[in-house]
């Protein structure tokens, strides 16, 4: 198949035409600088539903396929190979829905080399994207990596007082971590003669090999999670990021690790995913609780949003690897209910220092008679996160649940994980409490002004999602239901063929 202009070549490579329309720009011209960037970001997203308006939802298999020759040397060949599948679509959505609003979120908050800001957070949209797309893959891996540099520089040049620390440690981790990755993609390519996933996928990889491959490809993804205990980079990279670093590294970036378990350990490798599958269960049930308790232990605002993500993405772990139907889809919506709940904890967050450069909660306190509508507003989103039914995290965590009683061996999977809920409230609840209530008693924030009308614009799209979802998820389970099934009936025969 040689087609290659197609909707999903248009939405993975957008992002680069803006990035070439600030390069001619003067670093002076901020106003033209932002507005090319947004205007960049929303036509992206723009292409992104025209995508999903050509996506059959009933169809399990992958959907406007892109196919093309990269470069072959000798028996070792490589293709622009691009697809769309029901576990693809939603996480690319995500993507372009986010990273406008993460943008928009930069205007007054970066005013220091905005041009080459702005270019690294389209250069990075591309890279995302183009991972939730790639059906080739050494082509996954290049876009794999390709994300670490634009998110480097972010965190390094644009980030707090130990941003060369965090910067650095985020990249070392991730780039370590892929580095069995490529040796187990090469040793693919090179026994196999083809890296298309598609094509792997039909041919399937014998059982002698599986183990020592998901391992290889479970490093890589367990550190970009990250489960614990591989965790210790993330909330270094997320005190120390700017706000927008933050909302697309917690909505975004620590999704390629959980797509990655979901599209290739468990695609690529049913068996060795059965054979482990009790390890990463008892993994992600330590994670939930170890970052609900350590939440409740920060003093700084962004740090306890940062390691509620570990807790949050120790759920998603503990679907994917109950390794049912209900507990796949339960994963990949909590995975979108992650991005948008979280990504909105820290724009709340950044909101909060740019009036006060601090995130020290003892600063704070009766910031409901100051900042009422900022308040409400958080409210809804503190409520999400902690999976209040009606919102969108109720529906992922339940699901999960469910999950993981019917697919683990034992019952307490499920019982432990509930109990990282009640936690999750807990530390929410107190961080609500020692941010909004109580008397102002700190003078400095006698006069905070509220919500501006841009910072209102940026939460109300992401608070629609999160109550749709919570009253109505059912088109978000059709568009995932025929892949997620399709790839459960395998896990499925695998775990029949080790008996």
């Not at 040049?157 to 892929?178: D, M, P």
């Not at 367990?222 to 933050?246: M, N």
């Not at 991005?339 to 009036?355: H, M, P």
Request: aromatic share 14%; with cysteine; hydrophobic share 60%.
């Amino acid at each position: 198949m040689q087609v290659i202009f197609s909707t999903l070549t248009l939405v993975t490579v957008f992002p680069l035409v803006g990035v070439v329309i600030l390069l001619f720009l003067r670093p002076d011209q901020q106003p033209a600088l932002r507005w090319t960037a947004l205007a960049t970001s929303l036509i992206t997203f723009g292409l992104s539903l025209i995508m999903l308006g050509q996506f059959a939802a009933g169809d399990p298999g992958f959907q406007l396929v892109v196919r093309a020759p990269w470069f072959t040397v000798g028996n070792f060949a490589a293709d622009f190979h691009l697809g769309v599948d029901g576990i693809s679509v939603l996480l690319v959505l995500l993507t372009t829905f986010l990273v406008p609003i993460a943008i928009a979120s930069t205007w007054e908050a970066v005013q220091e080399r905005v041009k080459e800001f702005l270019i690294c957070f389209l250069l990075l949209e591309t890279g995302m994207v183009g991972v939730f797309l790639a059906l080739d893959l050494l082509l996954f891996y290049v876009f794999w990596e390709f994300t670490l540099l634009p998110m480097l520089f972010l965190i390094g040049i644009w980030g707090g007082e130990r941003r060369t620390y965090a910067a650095v440690k985020f990249f070392l981790y991730t780039f370590a971590g892929s580095i069995f990755m490529l040796v187990a993609i090469v040793w693919i390519g090179l026994t196999y003669g083809t890296f298309a996933v598609p094509d792997l996928l039909k041919a399937g990889l014998p059982a002698a090999v599986q183990t020592w491959l998901f391992l290889a490809f479970a490093i890589a993804f367990a550190i970009k999670v990250p489960v614990w205990p591989l965790h210790s980079w993330l909330p270094d990279a997320h005190v120390e990021a700017p706000t927008a670093g933050s909302v697309i590294l917690a909505g975004v970036l620590l999704k390629l690790g959980t797509y990655g378990f979901l599209r290739f350990n468990l695609g690529l490798f049913p068996q060795a995913a059965v054979q482990f599958a009790p390890l990463f269960g008892v993994l992600a049930v330590i994670g939930i609780l170890y970052g609900a308790l350590v939440s409740y232990a920060q003093a700084d605002a962004k740090k306890l949003v940062a390691y509620s993500s570990v807790s949050h993405l120790g759920f998603v772990m503990l679907g994917l690897f109950a390794l049912n139907p209900l507990g796949l889809q339960g994963a990949l919506l909590q995975m979108i209910n992650h991005g948008l709940s979280t990504g909105a904890l820290f724009l709340l967050v950044g909101f909060i220092y740019e009036r006060r450069h601090t995130r020290l909660l003892a600063e704070f306190g009766g910031l409901w008679k100051v900042m009422p509508l900022y308040a409400a507003l958080a409210l809804v989103v503190f409520l999400s996160s902690a999976g209040l039914p009606g919102l969108n995290g109720f529906v992922g965590e339940f699901t999960i649940l469910l999950g993981a009683w019917r697919g683990y061996a034992h019952w307490g999977f499920a019982a432990a994980s509930a109990l990282g809920v009640i936690l999750a409230a807990v530390y929410l609840l107190w961080l609500f409490q020692k941010l909004f209530q109580g008397e102002v008693t700190n003078a400095k924030n006698a006069k905070l002004p509220d919500l501006s009308r841009r910072e209102i614009a940026l939460l109300v799209p992401i608070l629609v999602l999160i109550v749709w979802i919570g009253v109505y998820p059912q088109p978000f389970f059709n568009l995932m239901a025929p892949a997620v099934d399709a790839l459960a009936a395998n896990l499925n025969a695998a775990a029949l063929a080790l008996r």
